[in-house]
């Protein structure tokens, strides 16, 4: 009996790394089929839209807790499909707005080419996406569709480009100029510029808030 039960651990262990091969791969196919970055360097291209120049992806919170020293902060662990295998560490402020067991396990836009940053003693190397009413007294998560590819990039029908480094973005402000034009539209759909945020699979959006920004 404990041979097969070491026998049955060994194949899940198997099975388990081979759907994690296969994610990626569907994952890589699905950002290059959605978002053809082409082969130039994003800062050469001096037409190149500000949209294109940020690395936002698919990505799945595997972990979350309270931050023990801010109220109004979750820490977070999210898968973005990186080539590592390993996860990203970030801090949201959906505290008051979720529950951790709402919050786990939840597929998320992640801003990934932003500079770490440290806030309350914690280092946060992403930016989960979240829309809030113009009162501020709702927030909701942009989510992805359910079957969308961890760690693919999304993207805008018809736009291109490789996105900038962490440090381009910080000097050139780029994510302050996308965030400006980040908002909720009809059927809560996430936007940039008045256009559909996109996966291989689906709209990007909100789960009821509609004309708010989103960042």
Request: proline share 3%; glycine share 10%.
């Amino acid at each position: 009996e404990e041979l097969t039960n070491k026998a049955n651990k060994a194949v899940s262990h198997a099975e388990s790394k081979e759907r994690k091969r296969l994610e990626k791969a569907k994952s890589n196919e699905a950002s290059k089929a959605g978002q053809k970055g082409g082969k130039k360097n994003a800062a050469a291209d001096v037409n190149q839209l500000e949209f294109t120049k940020m690395d936002i992806r698919v990505g799945l919170v595997t972990k979350v807790w309270n931050h023990p020293d801010a109220d109004k902060l979750f820490c977070e662990e999210v898968d973005v499909g990186e080539e590592s295998g390993g996860t990203r560490q970030i801090t949201s402020g959906l505290r008051g707005h979720y529950e951790l067991e709402e919050f786990q396990g939840k597929k998320v836009l992640v801003v990934c080419n932003l500079k770490a940053s440290k806030l309350v003693g914690f280092i946060s190397n992403g930016m989960v996406l979240a829309a809030k009413s113009a009162d501020g007294s709702k927030v909701e998560l942009i989510t992805p569709p359910d079957d969308a590819p961890i760690g693919e990039r999304v993207f805008i029908d018809g736009l291109e480009g490789n996105p900038f480094s962490p440090a381009q973005v910080k000097k050139k402000k780029t994510w302050d100029a996308v965030a400006k034009e980040l908002k909720t539209g009809a059927g809560s759909v996430a936007m940039w510029s008045g256009k559909d945020i996109m996966t291989s699979v689906g709209k990007c959006a909100a789960a009821s808030l509609v004309g708010v920004p989103f960042s």
